[in-house]
């Protein structure tokens, strides 16, 4: 599969579009250096307790108060906790490994949070989930330091591995390099981008990840809370550390600056791939150079418009999304109503695959198929949709269309939904969604004539408006331009501009335009 990202900067903010065989199927907009990512690590302060909810809102320094709860603890955040008072409160402590500490009693997996919290008190939490709409950060005690190959995992002694390598030798390799190596108090899992990987690598990666950590906590003691303690590295480098593989072929960005910092990252691990990272330097804008701003506003508007006619309608609130799916005027020659049905809904699933990508949709999904009663049918698209969502990165589960013909998704929202502005301004009602009747606009026109013929002396007036307003005052053999010229005992003449709104018109005399486009009878 082809594969192509553009990175696309505006002032401070960055944009970020991936393509796979000349389809946009994931949208990013960021601001850069923002300071508040997923997988930052922040010291926070305990400001609210919450039994009801049982849990506790945290200051990390975000406008809004981040979200903590119980269950986000971990079983070993003791463990943690004790490590943080002893490296902030002892400042002589100048050996920061994990190692030197012994593990806490785990906490259980019910229980209330006022029993482990308090009110002012210093907590290490890492960023789950972004900002969102109205809400603030969501957080985590479970603390990971992700790169290429492995997710460090402190306080633990864990090893996992990614699903999605398949080979059985493969897995066994990979466990075996970290259970012969062992990181006393440092759980492993290995991500797919491991697999083939030699042990000297996967060592590296791992070595240096223990040492990011130690080297960020022997300061600690300085610092004030809230303030970030780990950066996650920037978001650019984030997808080319999780998304990048050998189907990458271009990766295309406008900024000189990124594209440095890309290829400073891509020699940490693959070098090979330096050759790919291409800096745009035309002046028409990337997203318009190849196409990706005309495919955001085919794709994300109310209305996503197929092949042969079918069509899907998208609607959202802030936790839940309905995606309808209409045949339009499709109808399969020598097929039964069912077969047609089938044959739509196989047609709307890479759409609605491909959306839910590209929109981020996160919480509850609706999709409403057309009518199908043959239960083989309803398999072979309930298949089809969990092949097309195993590329998303997103957790996701999917239910069975139920006899309604109903398919309800739930998809992890790490970060905000995609809002890009595909609408314009109606030039008729400027946004209102009301515009003046024809009669009304008449009535302006002669308020006009009327006012300028008290103050100034003209023999011929030139009237320029929409084409419409033109046919309503020249209708007829006594027509309305004609009455007024027997009025106000001058030549009127009418013509025509398509530039104008219905409500908009011009009044000119001796070819100098007087200032009446405004004006509006009151």
Known sequence: MKRELFIQTKDDLTQIALVEEGLLVEFYEYKRYSNFNTGDIFLGKVKKLMPGLNAAFVDIGHKKDAFLHFSDLGENFFSLQNYV????????VKDVSISNFTFKDKIPTEGKIEKYLKSNQIILVQI??????????????EITLSGRYLILIPF???????????????????????NKNIFKNFGIIIR??????SETDLLREAEMLIKKWENSFNEIHKLIPPVKVIGEIERTNTILRDLLNDSFENIYTDSVEISNEMKEYLKTFDTNKLKIIKTYKGTEPLFDKFGITKQL???????????????????STEALHVIDVNSGSLQYKDETPEQNAFKINLLATDE???QIRLRNLGGIIIIDFVDMYNNEYKKIIYERIKELLSKDRAKYDILPLSKFGIMQITRQRLRQEVNFNVEETCPLCLGTGKISDSMSVIDNIEDCLRSIKDKIKFRAVKIIAHPFIESFLKK?????????????KSYIKVTSNLNLSLNKFKILISNKELNFNNYEKN
């Open 352 to 354: 609605i695959a491909r």
């Open 156 to 178: 633990s002694n864990k090893i996992g591995i990614s699903k999605k390598i398949k080979n059985l030798s493969e897995r066994e390799r990979l466990i075996k390099i970290f």
């Open 476 to 488: 007829g053999f006594l027509s309305i331009r004609k009455k007024w010229c027997f009025k106000y």
């Open 128 to 141: 789950a989930k972004e900002a969102i709409l109205n809400k603030g950060p969501r957080l985590t005690c």
């Open 192 to 197: 797919t981008a491991a697999e083939g990987k």
């Open 85 to 92: 008072n002893v490296v902030l409160k002892n400042k002589n």
């Open 297 to 315: 506003k085919k794709s994300l508007g109310k209305v996503v418009y197929l092949k042969h006619g079918v069509y899907l309608i998208i609607e």
